[in-house]
C-alpha cells in the first residue's frame, strides 16, 4: 500500500502559550480520533508532527494513524522558521519511500505549516532556506501554509507554496472548526489516493480559513508586538513558567490614547522550553511601567510570581521568605516593593 505522508509543521512559539497551544493539542487529538473510523485514511494516511520555535523538533515520527498517540506540544522562545524547514526538510529525505523500478514509492506528502509570528530568522537564512525548500521540495510535496491571526509575513510564505491560508484563531469554537476542516482535507486526499488522483485535495474552506491572495498582499510586520511573555522560574521548584501578556490601547484621563500590556496568565512550562528555545531570545527590552498586574507563581502558588533580579536580570517569584534566593543564578536578596518602573527582557515570539 502506498503511504499518503502528512507533516505538521507546527509553530510553538511563547505567543501560542496558554490557550491557544491547549486547543492545537486537542486538535490533533480530534484529527486522530476521526482518521481511525475513515477506512480510506486509515489504509493510507501516515502522520508525524514537528515543532519548532527557536529550535525544531520531532514531537511525533512518521507512523500510522493507527498507532498514532497525540503529542505533548513544547513550547520555546523565538520563530526560526530557518530550523522548522531545515528539519522538515531532513524528515523527508529521511522517511519518504521513493518510487523505483521495483516499487511504487509514497505519494506526494503533504505539509501543514502552523505559525502565528513573524520569523527571526536573518533575511539571508530565509532567502537560503526559501531557495532550498524551492529546488527540492516545491514540487514533490504539497505544502499548505496556515496563518494564525494576521501577524505573520505572508510575503516570506507566499515564497514557499501558493496555498497560504489566513484562520481567524479568535476563540475556542474558531479551533474546533479549523481543526474539523484540516481532518476532512486529509480525508478527502486519501480518498483522492483511492481513486488514483493527485492525493491532494484541500476541503471546501467555507468561512473557517480564507485564502490570502498573495498579488495584493504584502505585509511585513517588523515585530509579534500582540503579546510579551516574559521567562520566569520558580524559587522553590526551580521549575520555568512564562507570564503572557497582552496589547491593550486604552484612551487615558486627558483622552490621549496610550498602549500597555495586560496580564493575561502565568503557564508553567517544562525545561523543554530551553531546548526549544534560540540562545539570543531576550535582547529585547520592556519596561515594567507597560505592563498591568503582576501573576502568582503557577509553580508553587507563591503569591507574587514577578520579583526581578538585578544581578542576572531575570525574574522569580517570591513568598514570605526573609531572604530570597535567585533560582537562576543563585543570589540571594531581599525584597522590598518599590514603585517606579524597570525594564525587564522580553523573549521573543
Ligand atoms: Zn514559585
Ligand atoms: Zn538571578
Not at 162 to 171: C, G, Y
Not at 172 to 198: D, G, M, P
Not at 270 to 298: H, R, V, W
Request: hydrophobic share 35%.
Amino acid at each position: 500500500m502506498r503511504r499518503l505522508p502528512i507533516y505538521f509543521l507546527t509553530d510553538v512559539s511563547e505567543s501560542m502559550i496558554g490557550e491557544p497551544i491547549e486547543f492545537v493539542q486537542d486538535g490533533m487529538g480530534t484529527i486522530i480520533k476521526e482518521l481511525r473510523t475513515d477506512p480510506y485514511a486509515l489504509e493510507t494516511v501516515w502522520i508525524s508532527v514537528i515543532a519548532f520555535a527557536g529550535q525544531p523538533k520531532t514531537i511525533a515520527p512518521l507512523q500510522e494513524v493507527i498507532s498514532f498517540y497525540p503529542p505533548k506540544f513544547p513550547v520555546g522562545s523565538g520563530t526560526s522558521l530557518c530550523n522548522g524547514l531545515g528539519h522538515l526538510m531532513y524528515e523527508l529525505r529521511k522517511n519518504l519511500v521513493k518510487t523505483t523500478s521495483e516499487q511504487k514509492g509514497d505519494w506526494k506528502p503533504i505539509v501543514f505549516l502552523f505559525t502565528d509570528g513573524v520569523p527571526t530568522d536573518s533575511p539571508s537564512d530565509l532567502q537560503a532556506v526559501i531557495s532550498e525548500w524551492k529546488q527540492n521540495w516545491q514540487r514533490s510535496a504539497n505544502l499548505v501554509v496556515v496563518s494564525f491571526g494576521k501577524n505573520t509575513n505572508t510575503t516570506i510564505l507566499g515564497e514557499l507554496t501558493e496555498n497560504v491560508l489566513f484562520f481567524d484563531n479568535a476563540d475556542a469554537n474558531a479551533y474546533k472548526q479549523f481543526f474539523k476542516w484540516v481532518t476532512a482535507s486529509i480525508k478527502t486526499s486519501s480518498l483522492s489516493v483511492e481513486n488514483n488522483s493527485s492525493g491532494f485535495e484541500l476541503a471546501r474552506f467555507d468561512d473557517i480559513v480564507t485564502k490570502i491572495d498573495l498579488s495584493k498582499e504584502s505585509r511585513k510586520p517588523v515585530i509579534d508586538d500582540n503579546f510579551v511573555v516574559l521567562a520566569a522560574k520558580c524559587q522553590n521548584t526551580k521549575q520555568p513558567y512564562l507570564i503572557k501578556y497582552r496589547k491593550n490601547v486604552f484612551e487615558d484621563n486627558y483622552g490621549e490614547l496610550g498602549l500597555n500590556y495586560r496580564l493575561v496568565g502565568a503557564y508553567k512550562v517544562d525545561n523543554t522550553y530551553f531546548e526549544m528555545s534560540d540562545e539570543n531570545a531576550t535582547d529585547m527590552k520592556i519596561s515594567t511601567d507597560k505592563l498591568e498586574g503582576a501573576p502568582a507563581c503557577p509553580c508553587c502558588g507563591n503569591q507574587y510570581g514577578f520579583a526581578y533580579d538585578e544581578t542576572c536580570g531575570k525574574i522569580h517569584c517570591i513568598g514570605n521568605e526573609k531572604i530570597s534566593t535567585c533560582p537562576w543564578c543563585g543570589n540571594k536578596a531581599q525584597y522590598g516593593f518599590g514603585g517606579g518602573g524597570f525594564d525587564v527582557n522580553r523573549t521573543r515570539g
